[in-house]
C-alpha cells in the first residue's frame, strides 16, 4: 500500500464521520450548543473543514476553496475571511449558524474532493518536503497530512458526540 493509499482511506472516513453526523439534523439541532459557550455541531464541521482545507491548500500551494469557490460568501458569518476557528470565543462560535446541513456538507464534500486531488498527486517522498518552518523541527507534508487527519477525526467525533447528546435531550 502507497501513502496517498493510506491518505486517501483515512479522509474517506472522516467523510463518512461527517456525513452521517450531519445528515437529518434540523438547523437548531446544527446550531445548538449542549449547554452555553461549548461547540455546535455546526461550529465543529465548519471548523474541522477550515483547518483541512486551509493546510491543504498551504501544502499545494493553492487558493481555499473558501475563498475561490464561494462559499465564504454562501455562510457569511461575519468572521475575517481567512478565519478557521481556532482560538475562537463563545461569542465567535454562535457566529457560526446554518441554515441547514446542506451548506456544511456542500463545502465539506468540496474540501474533501480537492484533498483527494492533492493526496493521489503526491509520492512517498513527497512527504518529506518542508511545508512549514515555523515550527522547530520544521513541519513536513506527511506531518501535516497527519495532523490535519488528527485535528478532523478529534472534531468530528466531538460532533457526533454533541448529536448524541441532543438526540437524547430530545426523547
Known amino acids: 500500500m502507497h501513502s496517498k493509499d493510506l491518505l486517501t482511506d483515512a479522509f474517506g472516513r472522516i ?12 438547523p437548531d439541532d446544527l446550531n445548538t450548543p449542549p449547554r452555553e459557550g461549548a461547540n455546535s455541531v455546526s461550529w465543529l464541521v465548519w471548523h474541522l473543514t477550515r483547518i ?57 464534500d468540496a474540501v474533501h474532493e480537492r484533498t483527494l486531488v492533492f493526496v493521489d498527486g503526491i509520492g512517498d517522498k513527497d512527504l518529506d518536503r518542508i511545508v512549514d518552518e515555523s515550527w522547530t523541527p520544521p513541519v513536513t507534508l506527511g506531518v501535516r497530512l497527519v495532523s490535519v487527519l488528527a485535528d478532523d477525526l478529534q472534531h468530528a467525533g466531538q460532533a457526533a458526540y454533541v448529536r448524541g447528546l441532543l438526540q437524547r435531550a430530545e426523547s
Request: net charge negative; no cysteine.
Open 52 to 108: 483541512q482545507d486551509d493546510h491543504v491548500a498551504d501544502a499545494a500551494g493553492q487558493e481555499q476553496v473558501w475563498l475561490s469557490e464561494g462559499w465564504a460568501d454562501r455562510f457569511a458569518l461575519g468572521l475575517p475571511a481567512r478565519d478557521t476557528g481556532y482560538g475562537h470565543t463563545p461569542r465567535k462560535v454562535a457566529q457560526v449558524r446554518v441554515d441547514s446541513g446542506d451548506l456544511l456538507l456542500g463545502y465539506y
Open 15 to 26: 467523510k463518512e464521520d461527517v456525513h452521517a453526523t450531519v445528515e437529518g439534523l434540523s
